[in-house]
């Protein structure tokens, strides 16, 4: 069992940068590819981006470029670093863990809110 909990949302205005956390407890972290998605109003869930156990990452093409995240093992969190954010990058953001080895194994956190907007 996973526990997820993000922070580091808010309102920032378009070109400005934000960077979200998320504190994971409850098991080894380590084992978990960890990822951050985001809902829009009225639009599906969609993948951010992810970091491996082995620390490689992947990129929706409509972040990369802007968005880099990393993770700390040590201190169970995994973070996104958000710049050049413009109106379409608003939408809740969710943590996301998945087992590396038991794929149904996959946990969410509560989410946080971005809004870009002037």
């Known amino acids: 069992q996973v526990q997820l909990v993000e922070s580091g949302g808010g309102l920032v205005q378009p070109g400005g940068s934000l960077r979200l956390s998320c504190a994971g407890s409850?098991?080894?972290?380590?084992?978990?590819?960890m990822g951050w998605y985001r809902q829009a109003p009225g639009k599906q869930r969609e993948l951010v981006a992810t970091?491996?156990?082995?620390?490689?990452?992947n990129y929706a093409d409509s972040v990369k470029g802007r968005f880099i995240i990393s993770r700390d093992n040590g201190k169970n969190t995994v973070s996104l670093q958000m710049n050049s954010l413009t109106p379409d990058d608003t939408a809740v953001y969710y943590c996301?863990?998945?087992?590396?080895?038991?794929?149904?194994?996959?946990?969410w956190g509560q989410g946080t809110q971005v809004t870009v907007s002037s």
């Open positions: 996301n863990a998945q087992h590396m080895l038991f794929s149904k194994m996959v946990y």
């Open positions: 970091i491996n156990t082995d620390r490689s990452t």
């Open positions: 409850g098991s080894i972290f380590s084992i978990y590819i």
